[in-house]
């Protein structure tokens, strides 16, 4: 059986990033002391940081030059002259890796080692609220705290901070493809329910910017109901109270199986809705059968239209992609996502193989012993392109299924597609599958940088961060640094959360009466 490299690729990256360690979501309600690292070590942890971005990183140096890196490496070992509590720590890795802009290279929650988590985030310094960032401003979409306050209020303050001051520092420590996808890093700090419940940004790095005195917040707020301005302080919760109380007045979490749909409404139109693409994580939907099916029924049916709705879905599995784009091609399509596989070194090191774990006994061998000279050749600006071997193969061309839609398909984007969720929108985009509506994709046109992972454990810290190994080059000319511009742009407004109003879906029913 041929491997897909992109389905090989981007599962595993995902995996990385979703998997979590046996024992890290049991936090303590008393978090121990956090440790305090010494200059050498901080010293040390910081040269193997650096020889490892320099010589392994494939995008090390695609929106920054070697004199701006540089520049970054040295303001970051001035702050390690004197001892540091590891939260600190923890944070100036974070803004480093940031500045890379690389949406795969973050100090990975799900990677971190379980001591260190229960340390720094195993305490009650959660905030007590769920939230969108809409036009700069905190939406509240569920409360678990004793105050009342509507769904849709506006928090303005947390701790007298204002929003956009913390906005604007959480911003530092956010990962997304090149500069120009702010979007996709605002969408990264909110506090979204099914995140939340598992990894999200901000619990992480909001206490560690700005320390909480006590275990409680002071919130200033504009009510959606009342439209008065409250001042009020809630206790601070650790994620399993918060988790607990949430599941109390809004009923059990979300599965990843809920994020799947399928419905034929009226009017002749079907909704599809893929909100994860995180398909070794489905119980009971088994992906392409699933589409299978959905799609069969459309058929049968004489659906005229289709809407995909892929809001929230970052990446995960790109066989979906290649799925679908067989359902809605109706004549032969280039290959999937093709693109050049390009690295930044080839030779061996073995001196940070002690430093990176992977999966991949090929990518030990190679830190060991180098890449075999008939798997590589150079390419430009100091790469080497991996060839295509046995263990590296691309998507074929798309050929359209039996089934294949026949009418006209509409999918919502939103700034969270990343990833895999990026190049299926990205190719629908080329290759005129539907109408996209919504807000501009994260991802970059430019090329991601992803594939297989080290996973760099520093030596004194034993902080993780997630390195990815290749660069996927677009094939054809230049591109612009961006992500995926719908086709019919709709801004969404803060008051949308507190009247339940679904903008892009009734963007997209307007343009179905239209057509």
């Known amino acids: 059986m041929k491997k897909i490299i992109f389905s090989t690729i981007l599962l595993v990256s995902v995996l990385s990033i979703y998997a979590p360690s046996r024992s890290f979501l049991q936090k303590s309600e008393n978090a121990p002391p956090e440790r305090i690292l010494s200059p050498p070590g901080l010293k040390e942890d910081f040269d193997v940081l650096k020889k490892t971005l320099t010589i392994m990183h494939p995008g090390i140096y695609r929106y920054q030059t070697p004199e701006s890196m540089e520049k970054i490496f040295g303001e970051f070992e001035d702050k390690l002259k004197n001892p540091l509590p ?3 720590f923890f944070k100036l890795l974070a ?11 973050f100090l990975n929650p799900y990677n971190q080692a379980d001591v260190l988590g229960k340390r720094l985030f195993g305490g009650k310094t959660y905030l007590p609220f769920y939230f969108q960032i809409i036009d700069g401003k905190i939406i509240v979409t569920e409360n678990a705290s004793p105050q009342t306050l509507a769904k849709g209020s506006e928090i303005r303050k947390i701790n007298g901070i204002p929003a956009k001051k913390i906005i604007e520092t959480l911003l530092s420590v956010t990962a997304a493809d090149g500069r120009n996808t702010v979007a996709h890093r605002v969408q990264a700090i909110e506090l979204a329910r099914f995140e939340a419940e598992r990894y999200a940004l901000f619990d992480w790095y909001f206490p560690l910017f700005f320390p909480l005195e006590k275990e409680s917040f002071t919130v200033e707020a504009s009510d959606f109901a009342t439209k008065k301005t409250l001042r009020f302080s809630v206790p601070a919760m650790n994620k399993i109270e918060r988790a607990a109380e949430i599941e109390k007045r809004y009923g059990k979490a979300p599965t990843y199986d809920d994020g799947w749909k399928f419905e034929i409404q009226t009017d002749a139109t079907a909704y599809l809705k893929i909100e994860n693409s995180i398909t070794w994580r489905l119980k009971e939907i088994k992906f392409r059968e699933f589409l299978a099916e959905a799609f069969a029924k459309m058929r049968a049916g004489n659906i005229k239209n289709l809407v995909i709705d892929l809001r929230g879905n970052d990446g995960g599995d790109t066989q979906i992609g290649f799925e679908l784009a067989r359902y809605l091609a109706r004549k032969n399509l280039p290959p999937y996502i093709a693109t050049r596989r390009l690295v930044r070194n080839v030779a061996a090191q073995a001196d940070l193989a002690k430093y990176l774990d992977t999966y991949s006994d090929e990518l030990k061998s190679a830190l060991q012993k180098g890449v075999p000279e008939n798997l590589y050749k150079k390419a430009e600006n100091g790469f080497f392109e991996i060839l295509p071997n046995a ?12 089934n294949n839609f026949q009418g006209k398909t509409y999918i919502i984007s939103d700034a969270s ?3 895999a969720t990026f190049q299926f929108l990205n190719y629908a985009r080329e290759n005129e ?4 509506v919504g807000q501009e994709t994260g991802g970059n046109r430019q090329g991601i940088n992803g594939g297989n992972y080290f996973f760099l ?13 290749y660069y996927f080059a677009p ?8 992500g995926v511009a719908p086709d019919v742009r709709v801004k969404r407004a ?13 963007v997209v029913k307007q343009l179905i009466k239209k057509s």
């Open 86 to 88: 590891e939260g600190e």
């Open 494 to 506: 803060p008051e949308d959360v507190g009247s339940d109003f679904d903008r892009e879906m009734f």
């Open 391 to 402: 263990n590296v193969t691309t998507f074929p061309a798309v050929e359209p299924y039996e």
């Open 433 to 436: 599958l539907a109408t996209i």
């Open 417 to 419: 597609n990343a990833s």
């Open 457 to 469: 454990n520093l030596p004194n810290s034993k902080i993780e961060i997630d390195v990815p190994v």
């Open 475 to 482: 094939l054809g000319g230049a591109r612009k640094d961006e």
């Open 95 to 105: 803004q480093l890796t940031g500045q890379i802009r690389c949406g795969h290279t």
